[in-house]
């Protein structure tokens, strides 16, 4: 029964860490294309609006973390029902 549960939190922590360091580097990508020449092409605008590439970026990545922490969270559910 010990070995089962210890299984379980091993399981959950390595999922956890992995989810951790997917978004930090998804994070510092942004803040590394914002903040350096590497992302200059952020800065125009796309087509005809207003919106930039960068604004475009930001969104996409609440989008990618909103996403991952649903995929994260239906993970453990399925783990605990079974």
Do not use: C
């Not at 360091?21 to 994070?27: A, D, P």
């Amino acid at each position: 029964m010990d070995n089962e549960r210890l299984a379980a939190v091993r399981l959950k922590t390595r999922r956890r860490l992995l989810f951790t360091g997917v978004t930090l580097t998804l994070y510092f990508s942004y803040v590394v294309l914002n903040y350096t020449s590497l992302g200059s092409f952020l800065h125009e605008p796309l087509g005809d609006s207003l919106v930039t590439g960068s604004l475009l970026l930001f969104a996409s990545l609440i989008v990618i973390f909103i996403a991952l922490e649903l995929l994260f969270l239906y993970l453990n559910k399925q783990d605990d029902a079974s």
